[in-house]
């Protein structure tokens, strides 16, 4: 197991910052200077992805794109290009006549973002303009199923593209469908909740970051919507590397998730605070620091305001496979160490 | 420069010529060697300003163009047969967006069975989606069409396959002028996109489009493939001024003047039916061929011209569209429909898979055609004894199993027998 | 750049779909009441002085406090802060130590010299305090802020009242009294010393005063009947801590015994511990949880070397002893005697059975209904006479001084309408914010680098570090632990978390404002806000 780091400790900063009580975890701090807050605090944030797109209320991947790709505008000083695999994003975002992307965009197809990246990096090689980068993003059913072919690919020759995978667990545009990241138990409309074993199966899946790892590209990493101090530090990050770059970011969808509008980041946060979505960074095929759980709690906390997992405590029962979700959790706290030993805080 | 030459080695000089900018490969036969040769050129130096990026699959081959066009730059691949299908997704989604990609295809048969020899079926599977397909008949030519391409598809911002006969035209070797740096720059001018990925001026490419404006967009995509019809013609007519031959444009006409039997066709087979054209009229048979160079767009008032005054049209292809027919004879079908006093039109399917074209049987139906017609699709030289057989045996046993192990047993038990092969 | 036909689309041009035509609930900024605010009997912005402190503002933090309250660095001291007893903070790690910073401040005003501004105008009016105890000087300060002409008549020779008479200097130093005094009188508040006031009415008219305030507090001692022989020295717990002020100390002997269970007599016994008691011994009747004294005030008792005798009760006082019989609690609580009794040493027993008011100064004044010893009042603080207000421990109330300090603001500002002829109106109190309201995520644990400090700080008792060389760390640390309790501070969390980029910042200090033309009320911005300063309430449709 690698050395762990406490992130929050690691600069001077994050020290400084965390004086600052109320302003640590919040998106601004009046108390800092400008310089030293979030991206999103900023009014001079590039709003790559702005009002007027369809998406849902409280939509997780509206929020994850535009947190990320505002991070990579400021990264690269608005040198970015960014192309989008088919789904949610993409179509909620373009319906013609109206387009919310105010950075250069493209979609091409479901399975291929990975690798018109790949050209459009190219491009900008052959012309002379390496200061241009480019982002390719989809979500977890254009990453990991369809798109898995592509991602590989660019992996493997190491191509310089930050690829970001939105995982709301599903085929969420076209009306929540089972992919190789719905976790176990949960219900879709292809694994509905019905039979001896409602909702997803265990002992299927894909993690798509470890199989990164295993690529051995430049930096791996994993984030949610519920934590953007994170999940800047993340991207920063990764756009001062050239290279394949893959990131990960938990964002929860209130219409397939069965979750109210208004619980989008809190639902990001009990996956953390659950052990359910391990938050972690690698690099070259190693894992490099972990983001420790700061109150941890019980997965049925998790579990329960989601209707997707409704059938696991129907009548006030609580269904067995709750315990199992509970040790896959327990596996990925022990895993990457997400608990210290002694108590925070 | 004259070079004896293999097909592919000379295409891939002269797609060198042409200043590619990202050139993405994988193989699959017959066009390896091109993008092989492409590759040496790159890691050589011969080829600067280019990024060859080994891609691993065809899908991500298009789709690495795709981006790479998007961004700006002048884009190549190459692929074939179920390469082809394999990016399907992406032959579609290039012509939609309107990028100016270039793509041989090494013609290829299309399996099941697996099959890795010269027909057309590859680019006919792909015939509707929006892409400028070009045939070549000789390596001259094959190697003419692609500068032709790159300007053509740059002009009106549409991709163009050049379709090349798999082995016959890649794998041979012939005299082969490959064009200089020189005349290929004045000919062909830096790429201008009509519309890029740029941080200076953004947009989104690839928007979803409803029922609203669709139609309104597959319009303007099929009115740009008319204006591609005058303009392949004037690219021809300056390639001529250039390069001082006739290479491209939409049609060629071949001792059509007087001929009341017109045969139709594409790609390498054209040289075969001229020597047997100047077989026939040696013997007095007024019969002259159309080759047609541009399938995409269909020069329909082009061939309506060439055919006016003949009796017969006897097409001959590489391709079948499974339970209905020749897929150019019912293109050419439909071109002559409504001319006052239309040929006859005979259709004969030839080569699938491979099978060699030979002149006896080319002399044979072509006469055939005039004096003793038949209905619906020909197939040139079929097993009639094998293909009897094995109707017979499905249609006794339920289970009968694959097809074509079956019909490569027949075939080898006819062998044993010494059996002469039925030929019609 | 020549776009093709609807493949290709311009920058912006989704602002033209107004998503805020989805939403059925819609997001509003609301203040809501910080449950420190509500429950400062001196009507504190707390929270507010606390957001200026942390950012380091101390004077516009101090005068943010001395709007409600002129004696912060009093308060500090001796104030029992409600306040943290009501701290959201509490649960999740401890209440903000909101009386330290306002001890903190209080000092700094004091060591700075900064003044209180004189009124902009003149009213013309002239009102008469009587006391200048914690709630006369409190009215008088208000009331000189509204522009009128103040007298106070303190009928002793300091100003003060309890604060000095009664609280015991080691808890509440006398300069800090006189320097929180001054600045008032600083304003133009007439304070007269040694001038009692035996009649109201006359005092009135006699002065040309407009209105008058009572504020003369408790300063009469409950006595109750122990029988006590000639020599036995039995004194009563309010002169014996006014005479600490004198130039002669008390003398009480070796050992004293204290009679009673309220923060009186605990003051007595520490007072007579620091005079040089061996023992100073408290008789309380019940036990230590039925003590009135604050429990904090009887560990610092004991800490010093006080002892408590429970359940008894003095029987009768001799000289150098004392009877008490021990009682026992019966099912209703109420200490029942046992008949057994015990004899113990005691030099001296000072009472500490409570205060009554000295109400002679109106007589004679119609109207007014005393009951219980007190003043009754209205809810504008005015007795049944029309323009003579009182307050403090005079009337039915809490005994304590910040009490005393709130009733002076409230007197003050009917006093000031009732000249005008008007009627004041207290506005309508905001919904509090309460704990649930709040996302508690966004609030850091102390890091352990500040822990060691923050282990100190929670011990009240040693807010002295704050006083002896500030270091920073402690009072802006602690008033950064504040939640800011339904009240936006601006953390930029509403302005972040919309998916829709709908909500406007409009500049430091000025908050933000929502963009209803794309809001979708999903929530999410009031559900993260972590002070709770958002509710989505249903549109109308």
Not at chain 3, 255 to 281: P, Q, S
Request: hydrophobic letters at 40%.
């Amino acid at each position: 197991m690698a050395d762990t780091i406490d992130v929050a400790a690691t600069d001077e900063t994050s020290q400084k910052l965390r004086y600052y009580q109320k302003g640590t975890f919040t998106v601004g701090n009046r108390l800092v200077d400008a310089a030293a807050r979030t991206v999103q605090a900023s009014e001079e944030r590039s709003n790559a992805l702005t009002s007027g797109h369809r998406a849902c209320q409280g939509c997780g991947e509206a929020l994850g794109a535009r947190y990320a790709l505002d991070t990579a505008m400021r990264a690269t000083g608005g040198r970015l290009i960014a192309v989008n695999a088919t789904g949610c994003l993409e179509v909620f975002t373009t319906p013609y006549p109206e387009t919310s992307w105010q950075l250069p965009w493209m979609h091409s197809l479901f399975g291929n973002a990975a690798a018109v990246a790949t050209g459009v990096a190219a491009a900008l090689r052959v012309k002379g303009k390496s200061d241009v980068r480019v982002i390719a993003q989809g979500g977890d059913g254009g990453t990991t199923d369809i798109g898995f072919q592509c991602l590989s690919g660019m992996f493997e020759r190491n191509d310089d593209v930050l690829y970001i995978c939105y995982d709301n667990e599903g085929y969420m545009n076209t009306g929540v469908q089972r992919s190789s990241a719905t976790p176990p138990a949960a219900r879709t409309a292809t694994t509905p909740a019905v039979g001896e074993e409602p909702g997803n199966v265990f002992g299927t899946g894909k993690f798509v970051p470890r199989i990164a790892v295993a690529h051995r590209i430049p930096y791996v990493a994993t984030a949610t919507v519920a934590d953007l101090h994170d999940l800047e530090r993340k991207v920063t990050k990764a756009m001062a590397i050239r290279g394949a770059r893959y990131l990960q970011i938990d964002v929860p969808c209130p219409l397939g998730w069965g979750a109210a509008s208004h619980d989008t980041i809190r639902l990001a946060r009990l996956a953390v605070e659950t052990g359910f979505y391990p938050i972690f960074e690698a690099e070259h095929g190693r894992v490099t620091g972990v983001r420790k759980i700061r109150d941890p709690r019980p997965v049925a906390d998790y579990l329960r305001p989601q209707k997707r997992f409704a059938h696991l405590f129907r009548a006030g029962h609580e269904d067995p496979r709750v315990a199992r979700l509970q040790a896959m959790c327990d596996a990925n706290i022990e895993e990457y160490g997400l608990v210290d030993d002694e108590t925070t805080g | 420069m004259l070079k004896q030459i293999e097909g592919s080695k000379a295409m891939a000089e002269g797609i060198a010529a042409c200043r590619p900018q990202v050139i993405c490969a994988y193989p699959i036969t017959p066009q390896t060697h091109i993008v092989e040769g492409l590759g040496e050129l790159v890691k050589d130096g011969h080829l600067q300003g280019c990024e060859y990026i080994n891609v691993e699959s065809e899908f991500a081959a298009l789709s690495v163009a795709i981006g790479a066009s998007a961004a700006g730059v002048r884009a190549y691949t190459a692929t074939a047969s179920q390469g082809l299908l394999f990016m399907m997704e992406a032959v579609y989604n290039a012509a939609g967006l309107g990028l100016p990609i270039v793509m041989t295809l090494g013609n290829r048969a299309i399996g099941a069975p697996i099959n890795i020899w010269n027909d057309h079926s590859d680019a006919m599977s792909v015939r509707d989606a929006g892409w400028l397909q070009l045939f070549a008949e000789t390596n001259q030519e094959a190697v003419d069409l692609h500068i032709q391409a790159f300007r053509i598809a740059e002009e009106l911002s549409m991709p163009v396959m050049v379709n090349v006969d798999g082995f016959i035209l890649t794998h041979a070797v012939e005299r082969v002028d490959i064009p200089s740096q020189a005349d290929v720059d004045a000919y062909l001018p830096p790429f201008e996109p009509m519309q890029v990925l740029d941080p200076d001026e953004p947009a989104s490419i690839g928007a979803m489009v409803g029922p609203e404006a669709f139609m309104e967009v597959k319009f303007l995509a099929h009115y740009k493939q008319t204006q591609a019809l005058r303009l392949i013609t004037k690219n021809a007519g300056e390639f001529r001024a250039r390069f001082g031959r006739d290479s491209g444009g939409l049609i060629r006409s071949y001792r059509t003047q007087d001929a009341e039997t017109i045969v139709i066709a594409m790609g390498s087979v054209c040289g075969t039916i001229k020597d047997t054209i100047d077989e026939m009229r040696e013997e007095g048979f007024p019969i002259g061929l159309v080759t047609i160079v541009s399938y995409r767009p269909f020069p329909s008032a082009a061939l309506r011209n060439a055919l006016a005054g003949a009796k017969d049209v006897v097409v001959v292809e590489k391709a079948i569209s499974v339970g209905m027919g020749g897929p150019l004879a019912i293109d050419v079908d439909e071109a002559l429909r409504n001319l006052p006093h239309a040929p006859q039109l005979h259709s004969v399917v030839a080569g699938l898979g491979g099978r060699p074209i030979l002149k006896a049987s080319l002399h044979r139906i072509f006469r055939e055609a005039v004096v003793q017609p038949w209905e619906g699709t020909q197939f040139l030289d079929l097993n009639v004894r094998v293909v009897g057989r094995e109707i017979h045996r499905s249609a006794k046993t339920r289970r009968s199993g694959p097809t074509a192990e079956a019909l490569l047993r027949h075939l080898a038990a006819e062998e044993r027998d010494g059996t002469e092969k039925g030929r019609h | 750049m020549a776009h093709p036909f609807a493949i290709t689309l311009d920058v912006g041009s989704s602002l033209a779909n107004r998503t805020g035509s989805w939403r059925n609930v819609r997001p509003d900024y609301v203040h809501r009441l910080p449950p420190c605010n509500d429950a400062c009997p001196a009507g504190e912005d707390i929270q507010g002085w606390l957001a200026e402190a942390e950012a380091g503002d101390y004077e516009a933090a101090w005068r943010s406090l001395t709007r409600n309250n002129p004696l912060p660095a009093i308060m500090g001291r001796v104030c029992y802060h409600p306040c943290e007893g009501a701290c959201n903070r509490a649960r999740i790690d401890a209440t903000v130590g909101i009386n330290s910073v306002e001890r903190f401040l209080g000092d700094l005003a004091l060591e700075k010299g900064w003044r209180f501004a004189p009124p902009a105008q003149e009213s013309g009016k002239r009102v008469l305090v009587i006391g200048a105890g914690p709630s006369g000087l409190s009215a008088a300060y208000h009331l000189r802020r509204l522009g009128h002409a103040v007298t106070i008549r303190e009928a002793g020779p300091m100003v003060g009242g309890m604060m000095r008479f009664g609280i015991p200097k080691y808890r509440l130093p006398r300069e800090v009294i006189d320097g929180e005094v001054a600045r008032i009188a600083a304003m133009g508040v007439e304070i007269v010393c040694d001038a009692k006031v035996d009649n109201i009415a006359g005092a009135m008219k006699e002065g040309g005063f407009d209105a008058a305030f009572l504020a003369v507090g408790a300063h009469i001692a409950r006595r109750a009947y122990i029988p006590a022989g000639g020599a036995a020295k039995v004194l009563d717990a309010v002169s014996v801590l006014r005479s600490m002020e004198g130039e002669e100390k008390p003398l009480l002997g070796r050992r004293v015994v204290v009679y009673g269970g309220g923060n009186t007599a605990i003051d007595v016994a520490r007072t007579a511990k620091r005079l040089g008691a061996e023992e100073a011994l408290i008789v309380y009747r019940r036990t230590r949880d039925h003590m009135p004294a604050h429990d904090f005030e009887v560990e610092e008792a004991l800490e010093e070397g006080v002892m408590m005798k429970w359940l008894s009760t003095i029987k009768n006082v001799e000289a150098g002893s004392i009877t008490v019989e021990k009682m026992v609690l019966d099912e209703t609580g109420f200490p029942q005697p046992t008949g057994e009794f015990e004899t113990l040493e005691a030099d001296s027993v000072v009472l500490a059975l409570g205060q009554d008011v000295d109400l002679s100064l109106l007589d004679g004044v119609p109207g007014l209904r005393i009951e219980d010893g007190v003043v009754r009042v209205g809810p504008d603080m005015m007795t049944g006479a029309p323009g003579i207000f009182a307050g403090g421990d005079m009337v039915p109330s809490e005994r304590t001084v910040t009490v005393a300090v709130g009733h002076g603001k409230q007197a003050a500002r009917h006093i000031d309408a009732w000249l005008r002829g008007e009627i004041w109106a207290p506005p309508p109190r905001n919904e509090i914010a309460t704990f649930d309201k709040l996302n508690t995520w966004y609030y850091g644990e102390a890091p352990a680098t500040v822990r060691p400090v923050l282990d100190l700080v929670r011990r009240t008792s040693s807010f002295d570090e704050v006083v002896k060389g500030l270091d920073e760390t402690n009072a802006v640390f602690e008033a950064r632990r504040c939640l800011s309790c339904g009240n936006c501070f601006e953390c930029d969390n509403c302005y972040g978390v919309c998916p829709d980029n709908a909500v406007k910042k409009l500049g430091p200090g000025k908050g933000f404002a929502f963009d209803y033309e794309y809001c979708k009320g999903c929530g999410v911005c009031a559900q993260e806000c972590p002070c709770g300063a958002i509710a989505m309430v249903p549109e109308e449709l």
